[in-house]
């Protein structure tokens, strides 16, 4: 097979893939990864130790309200982890989650699409971030 020097969109689109699949897979086997799920309404902000940026290669998903759920189980699955986030935790929208491996970290964070809650983007990023950072999933310290 010899290559061409232009590429349709669909296989750069495919080629693109399979990079994101194995880089994901690169990340599986590099470290176990911690599953962090977000409820901001009832997870809250982080500690001020972890509430910082991240200092790491950041893959990160913005989804609207609602749609997390389905993209943070889609992304466990192809990182081979459980795909058991809930689409809602105690009447709300789960609002993201966030995957650290040595190095990177995929955050999947909601915005609300009818702007009536600016601070949601910017909350739920906080709170995946700190997980990027080491915060245990069950939220130690929480405020
Ligand atoms: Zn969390």
């Not at 200092?55 to 997390?68: H, T, W």
């Not at 040595?102 to 702007?115: I, K, N």
């Amino acid at each position: 097979m010899h290559t061409t020097p232009t590429k349709t969109l669909a296989q750069a689109v495919v080629g693109l893939a399979v990079a994101l699949a194995a880089l994901a897979a690169y990340a599986t086997a590099l470290y176990l990864i911690l599953i962090a799920i977000a409820s901001v309404a009832s997870a809250g902000m982080p500690p001020s130790r972890y509430d910082r940026p991240y200092d790491g290669y950041l893959i990160p998903f913005r989804v609207e309200l609602g749609q997390a759920a389905r993209t943070c189980n889609a992304l466990a699955r192809q990182l081979g982890q459980p795909a058991t986030h809930p689409r809602m935790i105690e009447g709300r929208h789960l609002y993201g989650c966030a995957y650290p491996a040595e190095g990177l970290c995929y955050v999947v964070y909601s915005y609300d699409p009818s702007g009536k809650d600016k601070r949601m983007e910017s909350n739920v990023w906080r709170h995946e971030i700190a997980h990027c950072n080491g915060w245990p999933a069950h939220h130690p310290g929480q405020r």
